[in-house]
């Protein structure tokens, strides 16, 4: 389809380009997810804790202020996949970190 096609949405009753529904269908398939402060995060973003946090199985306490680099969305609104030195498969609740 072209730009100067329109389709009819059922949602919303109205007639709107094809681009413009292929961008808002595509949209509705992403999750937000936003850190403790309410700021949207990204494949890629660096984040900070807030808090002290043991980690379950490796035995160790990440502590407030470590820097995560380059975290990855799982598709989960309330979690985030990272690595950090030691800890394999590791992942974080979004409300513990802030973007940086």
């Given at each position: 389809m072209t730009d100067?096609?329109?389709?009819?949405?059922?949602?919303?009753?109205?007639w709107?380009?094809?681009?413009?529904?292929?961008?808002?269908?595509?949209?509705?398939?992403?999750?937000?997810?936003?850190?403790?402060?309410?700021n949207?995060l990204?494949?890629?973003?660096?984040?900070t804790?807030?808090?002290?946090?043991?980690?379950?199985?490796?035995?160790q306490?990440?502590?407030r202020?470590?820097?995560?680099?380059?975290?990855?969305?799982?598709?989960?609104?309330?979690?985030?996949?990272?690595?950090?030195?030691?800890i394999k498969?590791?992942?974080?609740?979004?409300e513990?970190?802030?973007?940086?």
């Open positions: 100067d096609d329109y389709v009819y949405d059922e949602e919303s009753g109205e709107l380009p094809a681009s413009e529904l292929a961008a808002k269908r595509a949209a509705e398939g992403t999750v937000e997810v936003r850190d403790a402060v309410g949207l990204a494949d890629g973003d660096q984040v804790l807030i808090k002290d946090l043991e980690v379950k199985g490796a035995g306490t990440l502590k202020g470590t820097l995560i680099k380059s975290i990855r969305l799982t598709g989960d609104a309330q979690e985030i996949d990272c690595r950090f030195d030691g498969g590791l992942v974080l609740r979004a513990f970190v802030k973007k940086r």
